[in-house]
């Protein structure tokens, strides 16, 4: 498991600032290693091919905190940052002051005052409405997402988009986690969509975090995602240094006897007297509900210990050994590193069933965040 985090002596020890109330009185938070941030956007660089950072920090960096996120990234000079809604580009705008920032929902033309307001650069896919667009936009390409953007095929559209204000282009890889054969395909039809605009954008991207490996060839941007955030792209790709842990104060312990229950629906019964610690973490924190009885633990201690019955909105369980001693206030590891032990962002979420684009997103907005000094 600590392999996974890239190795223990290299993990970032720096003191964090918390951004929220005082740490003492939290029940959980969320400790957010910006120089591991940093690390992984350099490793994105080295394989770029020379292209130039466009980090992708929508969702509120993936539920770690744009602003400080991209204060952080600034420091490798992107071009700009990547969002999904305008509210999202609004409120970035706040803290990104000269770098521009990309939205890339499809723009509609009663939205173009909002976007010279706060100097967003916009992506649009209709022809009518780039016609009166006055500021630089990019267009997605669809080749086989299936999701936005003009087909790679449809010539006429796409060269009807063709605007003098028409900076850049680009498409999204539906599989290069998975399917590097997908990439090439793709890949060959935005090529053909390319050739069909009367001039070649400025700006020409394609490759998300596994991309910038996949894709070989050197493109104007990259933008990654979840490999700068501590997320594991694709597994014969490289592993990026953790960026998100997640922690949670013991706020209750008690002694179960034999044949006791824990939590809803009584899934889980004490075979022996059990002392149970319980977490100050729950679904509405983002711990997904069905963690319980899906060989989920999390470390306590600096071992681990089995998380049960049903998680709860504001709470889980963990059953603890006879010779622990754990004492009300003590902080558990869901997500991170703690001794020699690791529970990585991926293993957590592969117990919910889920990825870990969901998991860090799903962070609630109870939990603090707090930084290091990258």
């Not at 394609?206 to 991309?211: E, L, P, Q, R």
Request: net charge neutral; glycine share 8%; with cysteine.
């Amino acid at each position: 498991m600590v392999l996974a985090f890239a190795s223990c002596g290299r993990y970032n020890t720096r003191p964090f600032v918390t951004v929220s109330t005082s740490l003492p009185d939290q029940r959980a938070w969320v400790d957010v290693h910006l120089g591991h941030l940093l690390a992984n956007a350099r490793t994105i660089l080295s394989v770029a091919r020379g292209a130039s950072l466009l980090p992708m920090v929508k969702a509120n960096a993936y539920g770690l905190g744009a602003a400080r996120v991209a204060e952080a990234l600034q420091t490798l000079e992107p071009w700009g940052h990547g969002v999904a809604t305008l509210d999202e580009g609004v409120e970035l705008r706040r803290t990104v002051a000269e770098w521009p920032i990309l939205v890339f929902t499809p723009a509609s033309a009663d939205l173009q005052d909002a976007f010279r307001e706060h100097r967003l650069r916009a992506v649009l896919e209709q022809p009518v409405v780039a016609a009166t667009w006055d500021a630089p936009f990019h267009i997605e390409v669809d080749t086989g997402m299936g999701r936005c953007g003009v087909r790679w095929d449809d010539r006429e559209t796409l060269a009807a988009c063709a605007m003098p204000q028409l900076e850049g282009a680009f498409t999204h890889f539906h599989s290069a986690d998975k399917d590097p054969e997908s990439v090439a395909l793709q890949w060959k039809r935005f090529a053909t969509a390319l050739a069909a605009l009367p001039v070649r954008p400025s700006l020409v991207h394609a490759a998300n975090s596994a991309g910038a490996w996949r894709l070989q060839r050197r493109l104007d941007l990259v933008r990654p995602g979840i490999f700068l955030y501590g997320g594991r792209h694709a597994p014969d790709l490289p592993a990026p240094l953790p960026v998100a842990q997640v922690r949670a104060r013991v706020v209750s312990l008690r002694v179960v006897p034999p044949g006791d229950s824990v939590s809803y629906g009584g899934e889980w019964t004490a075979e022996r007297e059990t002392t149970v610690a319980t977490l100050g973490i729950g679904y509405a924190d983002g711990v997904p509900r069905t963690l319980g009885g899906s060989g989920a633990h999390v470390l306590l201690g600096g071992r681990p210990r089995p998380i049960i019955g049903r998680v709860t909105m504001d709470f889980i369980m963990v059953a603890l050994q006879p010779d622990d001693r754990v004492r009300l206030g003590d902080v558990a590891t869901v997500i991170g590193l703690e001794g020699r032990e690791a529970i990585t962002l991926d293993q957590f979420a592969a117990w919910g069933s889920t990825n870990s684009y969901e998991v860090l997103t799903r962070l609630g907005n109870r939990l603090p965040r707090r930084y290091d000094d990258p």
